[in-house]
């Protein structure tokens, strides 16, 4: 039977205690890769699920609304950092996906063939391929995004319809204007009144989230 849930130490443990989960599966790979490349990381990480089919990560000293998620299934894998709010699914901040397609000598990603045909890159093995569809990216944006970003924007249409987030990295950026807010604003019925038509007389709501500890102390 296999395990649900691993206590949250560190990931050094985590790779000990998945003996359960074949060799050659990503969340193996990518816990491996994630031990391997953990001085990299401008901020940590604390494991909080693992099974057949995921591995969850907490962003240590981050909202609680943040969480990184690793899908994996025979074929297909993606990985993302994702936002939940009031209850619900909220947003991805990111969303990288591959599908593995075994070929002569190595691996392609079904995706970039659809794109790029045969010249799609061909990859020696799949953890090289995650790697660089994958875990790579993760590491770029979270350094050169998430890291650097000052709030999280959260906003929704009036009626909850419509959800979305955006980091904001610095204060000069706080004035510019939402533009998909805008966008859902302008909706017209074929009636052509608005769609979103309430009480609420923006037609939407926004959040504000401080990523930094210094700005949460000032808005207490």
Known sequence: MLKKRLPRHCIQHAL??????PNDCIQRSFLRWLNENRTKFIVSFRLTKISSKCVELHINNYPKCLSVYLSASRLGAGLGVYVEWKGQPWDALIDYDTYLNQVLGGF?????VHEKGESAVLFPTRE?????????PFL??????????LWLRLS???????????????ENKMSELDRKLILMQQLKRLDNKPVYDDDDPDGGKNWLIPLKPELSRRLS
């Open 108 to 112: 392609k990603c079904d995706i970039c």
């Open 16 to 21: 000990q205690s998945i003996k359960y989960l």
């Open 156 to 170: 929704c249409t009036g009626d909850f319809g419509s959800t979305w987030a955006k980091l904001i990295q610095n």
């Open 140 to 149: 770029k944006w979270i350094n050169e995004r998430l890291a650097t970003a």
């Open 128 to 136: 090289s391929l995650w790697q660089d569809h994958l875990f790579d």
